[in-house]
């Protein structure tokens, strides 16, 4: 393979730094981290929200880069809380929030991750999406927020649970195929 193309990723989550890097390294793609806070707008916009961040993690970088945002979509609250779903997480965790959300009938619900890249020139947006249900009580380690809740269509594990398997279907996974395959065919 020839040298790989290199692309900066804002985030200061080393989950999704790892996964970015272990997802696209075979695509030829070398993931820099920048690990800087951005300060993210408060909406269900999840669009909105990832096109503030990448504009602001340009501004800062000049070069450049893509910001990603996943968030729940819970048919329960209409697909919220989406774009609001660190929040959610940050006051419910990992029990409450199954105790609220992961009754039988009632706990189905869509995994997104939205993809901003920009580069001075263009600015895009790539979209994958998983649906599941929530899990109650949650299962596997609590280490990465959510997983160890989020249970997809199709499987008996939560993402937590699944170890690399979790790499290969999830929808952070789908989102960075689709920004891939777009980022390597740019003129550099």
């Known amino acids: 393979m020839a040298n790989p193309i290199e692309i900066r ?13 272990t997802i696209l390294g075979p695509l030829g793609v070398s993931v820099i981290a920048d690990q800087f806070a951005i300060e993210e707008i408060q909406t269900d916009n999840t669009e909105k929200l990832v096109k ?3 504009l602001k993690a340009f501004e800062r970088l000049g070069e450049p880069v893509f910001v990603e945002h996943t968030g729940l979509y ?3 609250l209409n697909g919220l809380p989406g774009g609001l779903t660190q929040v959610f997480w940050d006051k419910l965790l990992a029990d ?4 609220l959300f992961g009754k039988d009938g009632h706990n189905v619900v869509t995994a997104k ?5 920009v580069d001075g020139k263009r600015f895009n947006l790539f979209y994958g999406e998983v649906k599941g249900t929530i899990a109650s009580p949650p ?50």
């Open 9 to 21: 990723f804002v985030s200061r989550n080393p989950h999704k730094l790892e996964e970015a890097k």
């Open 96 to 99: 409450r929030f199954a105790e």
């Open 139 to 188: 299962r596997g380690s609590r280490d990465f927020q959510w997983d160890c809740l989020f249970v997809p269509d199709g499987h008996d594990k939560t993402f937590a649970e699944m170890g690399p398997l979790k790499n290969s279907i999830s929808m952070r996974k789908k989102a960075l195929d689709h920004f891939a395959k777009h980022f390597v065919s740019l003129p550099k």
């Open 74 to 76: 819970l048919d329960e």
């Open 52 to 54: 503030d961040k990448a």
């Open 113 to 117: 991750t939205v993809i901003a890249y």
